[in-house]
């Protein structure tokens, strides 16, 4: 018969009390007594969450994230780990239990350990934030009644103590535990008081029969230079029951095409497998053979088709068992150490991949997770033209939902397990290399999460850990578990057996490639010295750092009016309190003889005019890292990872966009920077320089050069055509020999279009700039005063609250002495908010923070979604010289 099998995501109804003030044993909480919202013990609680995610729904803290609140939320150094032990309850019913079925409740993760309770019954879970759970309620279950459930949260057993001066993870205990180390502060954020204790991923209840499928991992092998490809599959077969039973595997593989039409390529049934009751056996199918399959390709170098696997498991004399499906992308990811620069090199495909990327840390640092945030922050490190996000390990191993959003934009992932140096063994004592205490539970999570990850496509790289390598026992079993398997054996009988190991961050062909220290800098630069030869002395940068001050809007938003000032300028810059406890880094470094790069362009007035001021320089920053690196591609380099391209709560630093989703002008330069084919001009000699990442060569494609002096004057311009470039290079195709005389314009502009013999535009790139040592002074006074229009007009189509937005910006002055338009941005409000922050937030933008020649116009597309219907949309046009512009958007439903 059919067992009609059914999962259920307990995401809703759940409550919560402090352990300390409830009087019931679990038994009683989860028999006669189970909680009302209706005692005043007991509130709504948030699950997946953590315990300060429950508090900071029922008002009962103030939002840690907000100017200066965390200082007012209990540090569990301070209180005690028993004010953050909480009961969590909930009740469900299913509708059917099949007979001789199963039924488990599945926990994907929770921080420390726990003891559940279900109609009475209970278990004490293993201690590991990261580690999965899986438990057989089958004879626990009331029957089509009510099922009560509890579970009692411990906070990590060595939660640790900020010591006055703060540091890298606090006194660094949290490090005996096998959790996440950012929770007690970093350089960068906040302490976390509840050190993320909780119930922090999904908890669900799966119905099987008396078979499960366990962790079916998926390979694929190629021959014939990727046109012929296997696909190995290796799943555990877990009968449950105390009979043996006869059981078929059916896997099913399909391919999603642009019509939406689902392409079967392969199904496959195994013969009759006999399982002993209470056992479990390694089932491996012979491997499926396909032709030219289509292949699986990093951001910007091909798509990323994903085919549909299904796997089902059926007991003979019973029918369905157990079901699973995933996506898979066909690819094989190589990596080796390059012999001419020592670098770590990553081939996919057979392509080696030039790495630009950046260091992820976590989405929220209260570990509020969503499938659309991960979406939402993949897809904005994808429109940036990334191609690899390096998971910290000092926080999580991310999850699911995330990797799936990075199979789907081609983001490669480096995933670290939980170790840094600061904490284990490099750091200010106390540090330990031999931490954490139990390294049996370190591997045991360890070997869960490859579990739970390997199928992805996105999954690049196992890391032992930043900055530090594990223990050398934890170390010897990684390495041993995760080793590569070798041709012809089968890939998929292994933990991963597909991808290369690491110890850490700083080893085997990263940075020095021997664990000294030479990652970084992590501040403000001169841009032009990003283009020398000796700027960085190894051939893979881990983390390269800057600054990250969001817009004005967001300060507000995020601070309270007393700590709106900008900083002081005395001697350097002076942030006040809260910018200063939101890691605020200054935009000038006298020990490393930067001057200041906001105050280049004059004394700031007030928030908005240093808001705006940053951005630009934000821009200019990383756009200028990542074209120096462009212009050693391959002769010098092999990649590089910001540090950090997003920021888990509103930091002032190292950032793209900020916490509340909005772009800074970094997201622009960076996104600039990185197309896969990008023309550049040298900061250094002026050069004209084309970046091609591509696998193709460019042939007979042409540049054109102008060069504006203030005025808007055109003072130089010059075409160059016939330029071919090959694939995986950069490539000098002129100079503008106008840059030898220009010592006596303080202040001048630069447009750099790369077109293809058709004249289609490939590549714009506007530059503001001024001599050695000059500044941008001339910008301000009736340059930036004497505000002149620009024209804006745009049409859009609106699909269920999905807004796509057509917009052409064009500068027409109709003066007689033509204007550059210069530092424009468009912002999306909600027209009829009240509200102080009134933005409409997240926002994609084709581009942003642009400027225009006299006499352009461009063309741009806004998407963003709209989930209230009493929300009307406005799009604004700003910029540093131009008038404040509405855009009248032509709505076509």
Same mark, same amino acid.
């Given at each position: ?13 759940? @409550? ?7 009087? &019931?044993?679990?038994? !009683? +909480?989860?028999?006669?007594? /189970?909680?009302? $919202? =209706? ?6 609680? @948030? ?7 429950? &508090?900071?729904?029922? !008002? +009962?803290?103030?939002?840690? /994230?907000?100017? $200066? =609140? ?233 798509d990323q088709p994903l085919y549909k696997v299904d796997i089902t498991l ?246 309270p009016p007393e700590a709106w000032d900008p900083p002081s300028l005395l ?305 604004l046009l700003r910029g540093w010289n131009v008038e404040d512009t509405e ?7």
């Open positions: 018969m059919a067992t009609n099998l059914q999962s259920i995501i307990l995401n809703e109804g759940w @409550v919560a009390a402090r352990a300390s003030d409830v009087q &019931l044993r679990g038994q !009683d +909480l989860t028999t006669s007594q /189970f909680p009302s $919202l =209706n005692s005043d013990l007991w509130m709504e609680a @948030v699950v997946p969450g953590t315990v300060l995610t429950t &508090l900071l729904k029922n !008002d +009962l803290v103030p939002d840690p /994230f907000y100017g $200066l =609140n965390n200082l007012e939320v209990p540090d569990i150094a301070d209180v005690g780990r028993e004010y953050y032990t909480f009961w969590f309850c909930n009740r469900f019913k299913l509708p059917r239990v099949p007979q001789d079925g199963k039924v488990w409740l599945n926990f994907r993760a929770i921080n420390y350990q726990a003891e559940v309770f279900l109609n009475g019954f209970s278990v004490l879970l293993s201690k590991g934030m990261f580690l999965r759970h899986t438990i057989d309620i089958t004879d626990w279950l009331n029957v089509y009644e009510e099922n009560r459930l509890a579970v009692l949260v411990h906070p990590p057993d060595h939660p640790g103590r900020i010591p006055p001066e703060g540091g890298q993870g606090g006194d660094h205990d949290i490090a005996k535990d096998v959790a996440a180390q950012y929770v007690e502060g970093w350089d960068w954020i906040c302490s976390i008081g509840d050190r993320n204790t909780g119930i922090w991923d999904v908890v669900s209840i799966q119905q099987t029969g008396p078979v499960r499928l366990v962790d079916p991992h998926l390979v694929a092998t190629f021959h014939n230079s990727y046109t012929q490809a296997d696909l190995w599959m290796t799943t555990e077969l877990f009968n449950a029951c105390s009979t043996r039973v006869t059981v078929t595997v059916t896997l099913n593989v399909s391919l999603d095409d642009a019509s939406e039409f689902c392409i079967v390529d392969h199904v496959h049934t195994s013969e009759d497998i006999v399982l002993e009751g209470n056992s479990t056996k390694l089932y491996s199918i012979p491997p499926l053979p396909f032709q030219s399959p289509a292949l699986w390709w990093p951001n910007g170098l091909g059926d007991v003979r004399e019973y029918g369905e068992s157990d079901s699973w499906s995933h996506l898979f992308g066909f690819r094989h990811i190589d990596s080796y150490i390059d012999p001419s620069t020592n670098g770590r090199t990553f081939v996919v495909n057979g392509e080696p991949i030039f790495i630009r990327g950046g260091n992820w840390i976590v989405s929220d640092g209260l570990l509020r997770l969503s499938k659309d945030r991960y979406e939402t922050e993949v897809n904005f490190h994808a429109d940036m033209n990334l191609n690899m996000i390096r998971i910290w390990g000092g926080a999580l191993a991310e999850r699911p939902e995330f990797y799936t959003a990075c199979d789907k934009r081609g983001l490669l992932v480096w995933q670290e397990f939980w170790i840094t140096g600061d904490c284990n063994g490099r750091g200010i004592e106390p540090s330990d290399p031999n931490w954490p205490l139990d390294h049996d539970l370190f591997l045991t999570c360890a070997h869960d999460t490859v579990k739970l990850l390997r199928n992805h496509a996105s999954l690049a790289l196992w890391c032992g850990g930043n900055e530090q390598h594990p223990a050398a026992d934890i170390n010897e079993a990684l390495e041993k578990n995760l080793k590569i398997v070798t041709s012809g054996e089968n890939p998929s009988m292994s933990l991963d057996g597909t991808r290369l190991y690491i110890q850490g961050s700083l080893w085997s062909g990263i940075a020095a490639g021997n664990g000294l220290f030479r990652d970084g800098p992590y501040g403000i630069q001169v841009p032009e010295n990003f283009f020398e030869m000796d700027y960085y002395k190894y051939a893979f940068n881990p983390e390269i750092g800057n600054v990250g001050v969001p817009k004005a809007e967001t300060i507000r938003a995020t601070m001697n350097g810059e002076h942030p006040n309190s809260t910018w200063d406890y939101h890691k605020y880094i200054p935009y000038a470094d006298a020990q490393k003889l930067v001057p200041g790069q906001i105050e280049a362009f004059g004394e700031y007035d007030g928030l908005d005019d240093f808001c705006e001021k940053a951005q630009l320089v934000n821009y200019f920053q990383y756009r200028a890292l990542f074209e120096g690196w462009n212009s050693w591609m391959w002769t010098k380099y092999t990649g590089l990872l910001i540090w950090k391209t997003q920021n888990p709560w509103p930091g002032l630093r190292g950032q793209m966009y900020d916490f509340l989703l909005d772009q800074t002008g970094a997201f622009f330069g960076l996104r600039s920077a990185a197309e896969s084919v990008h023309v550049q001009l040298n900061l250094l000699n002026y050069n004209i320089e084309i970046v091609n990442t591509t696998r193709e060569p460019l042939s007979e494609s042409i540049v054109e050069a102008s060069f504006f002096d203030l005025s808007g004057e055109k003072k130089y311009f010059d075409t160059l055509r016939g330029l071919t470039v090959a694939p995986k290079t950069t490539t000098t195709v002129g100079n503008i020999p106008l840059f030898k005389s220009i010592n006596d314009d303080p202040t001048y502009f630069v447009l750099l279009k790369y077109l293809s013999s058709s004249g289609t535009l490939i590549s714009r790139n506007f530059y503001w700039l001024h001599p050695a040592g000059g500044s941008y002074t001339q910008l301000g006074g009736k340059f930036r005063s004497n505000k002149f229009p620009i024209t804006g007009s745009a049409w859009c189509t609106v699909t269920d609250g999905s807004y796509i937005l057509h917009v052409r910006v064009a500068n027409t002055n109709t003066e007689d002495v033509p204007n550059i338009a210069f530092g424009l941005y468009f912002t999306v409000i909600d027209a009829d908010c009240t509200a102080l922050d009134k933005r409409i937030l997240p926002v994609t933008y084709s581009d942003n923070w642009f400027s225009l020649v006299p006499n352009e116009a461009l063309d741009f597309e806004i998407t963003f979604k709209v989930r209230e219907s009493n929300v009307r949309p406005k799009l855009v009248a958007l032509e709505i076509h439903q």
